[in-house]
């Protein structure tokens, strides 16, 4: 069974940092691209972040630019999010997803991160 | 590319068909031939579960009465008989270029 595990979510001050993690299991990690996802509360969702299966592509949506980075740990089966410079607007659940045949065909439960002072 | 989803809520009486239409801002064909439209299904509380991708294609698992037809920037994902169980939020994703999603279409029964 596919199994993709969020963790690192919390609440921290506008300004600051987070990291993401996300634990895959059941599945044979590394030939997946790879992807990040946020939903903030009540709205829809919007992709952030998706990284090739060895690391060397990334892509991020406009917003996360020059502030979040995108990693992967393909020895240990880990997606990261680095996020820095964090702002409200950055307040959402953050779910990690599998990526294969042009579409997201498994996600995680999701890690909540609040930006709030 | 931007995403329009209509109708952006709908109630529907169990047993009943629903339709939701997607209008992509450009042709979602990619260079490779593929159309990469895809339909997720979210329940409240829950992550969003991927229905049909290319299309037309349904992700294992998905019941029957789901169905994905469309081509080009016009795009219908259709319930033949709406159940219970499917209510929530339905949304479309394009990956031709990037990744967006439509805002969403809450559904609720009748």
């Known amino acids: 069974e596919v199994l993709l595990v969020e963790s690192g979510g919390g609440s921290v001050q506008p300004g600051g940092s987070l990291r993401l993690s996300c634990a895959a299991s059941?599945?044979?990690?590394?030939?997946?691209?790879m992807t990040w996802v946020r939903q903030a509360p009540g709205k829809g969702l919007e992709w952030v972040a998706t990284?090739?299966?060895?690391?060397?592509?990334?892509y991020y949506v406009d917003s996360a630019k020059g502030r979040f980075t995108i990693s992967r740990d393909n020895t240990e089966n880990f997606l990261f999010l680095q996020m820095n410079s964090l702002r409200g607007d950055d307040t959402a659940v953050y779910y990690c997803?599998?990526?294969?045949?042009?579409?997201?065909?498994?996600w995680g439960q999701g890690t909540l991160v609040t930006i709030s002072s | 590319i931007v995403m329009t989803q209509a109708p952006l809520s709908s109630a529907v009486t169990l047993g009943q068909p629903a339709s939701i239409s997607c209008r992509s801002s450009?042709?979602?064909?990619?260079?490779?031939?593929?159309?990469?439209l895809s339909w997720l299904h979210q329940r409240p509380g829950q992550p969003p579960r991927l229905l049909i991708y290319?299309?037309?294609k349904k992700f294992s698992g998905v019941p029957d009465r789901f169905s994905g037809s469309g081509a080009g920037t016009e795009f219908t994902l259709k319930i033949s008989r709406v159940e219970a169980e499917d209510v929530g939020v339905y949304y479309c994703m394009q990956a031709t270029q990037l990744i967006t999603f439509g805002q969403g279409t809450k559904l609720e029964i009748k």
């Open positions: 059941g599945f044979t990690f590394s030939p997946y691209w």
């Open positions: 290319k299309i037309s």
């Open positions: 997803a599998r990526g294969q045949q042009g579409t997201l065909d498994s």
């Open positions: 450009q042709s979602l064909e990619h260079n490779d031939g593929n159309t990469y």
């Open positions: 990284m090739n299966r060895d690391g060397s592509e990334t």
